[in-house]
């Protein structure tokens, strides 16, 4: 086993060098259409995978809407502010994040987004191709209300969730729902999640670990 670990790392170490992007070299994978046919499934659940015949692995192809909240200073009014976001990566199998972050662990979801860097700014696009700059949360709650539904943030509070879903309603007003639109989400649909950990953005691989519960 030794001698064949010793190879494997030789080979990929030294003889394939590959040609890299951006500041660190990060080789970049370019897209391909397969059309043989097989059951696609995430690449978290490729190592667990006990029937790999016929099996392709995808990463980061699922749709997820990030709802932000913000409360006016002078109306008093809140607003929920959607964002839809496709080519996400969500992990929703419990054993897996146990495994992963500890048994004292209670969240229920796992949710990678990955981010482009330009001009030093942080940009995730949605799922319609527009660009949305990401600001941390203090900030982003500074803006003037223009602004709001042009960035996104990620804030480990009850100000921001997500939904394993397509919302394409717009903003909400928050008083439009008797225990607030959070509570009427979280009846109404599964797979409705709140932030309850944000890691990132990191830069070697330009992503976000987001964490709900």
Known sequence: MSNYRNRRNYEN??????????????????????????????????????ETEKKGV???????????????????????????????????????????????????????????????????????????????????MRQVNDLLDDTITFDASDNCFFWEGLWDNGPVNDEDYRDGFYAYMNNRYDFVYLVSSVGGPYSVIPHFEILGK
């Open 58 to 140: 995808h990463m980061y192809n699922d749709t997820v809407t990030v709802f932000n909240y913000y409360e006016s200073s002078t109306t008093g009014v809140g607003i929920w502010y959607p964002h839809v976001l496709s080519g996400v990566d969500l992990n929703t199998d419990k054993g897996a994040i146990l495994k992963k972050y500890g048994p004292d662990s209670t969240d229920n979801a796992e949710l990678h987004i990955v981010y482009e860097l330009q001009d030093g700014k942080q940009i995730i696009r949605d799922a319609d191709g527009k660009e949305l700059q990401w600001l941390p949360p203090k900030e982003w």
């Open 13 to 50: 170490l030294e003889r394939q060098i590959f040609d890299g992007v951006g500041e660190y070299g990060i080789p970049q994978i370019e897209p391909v259409t397969y059309e043989k046919g097989c059951e696609w499934i995430g690449f978290n659940y490729a190592k667990t995978c006990k």
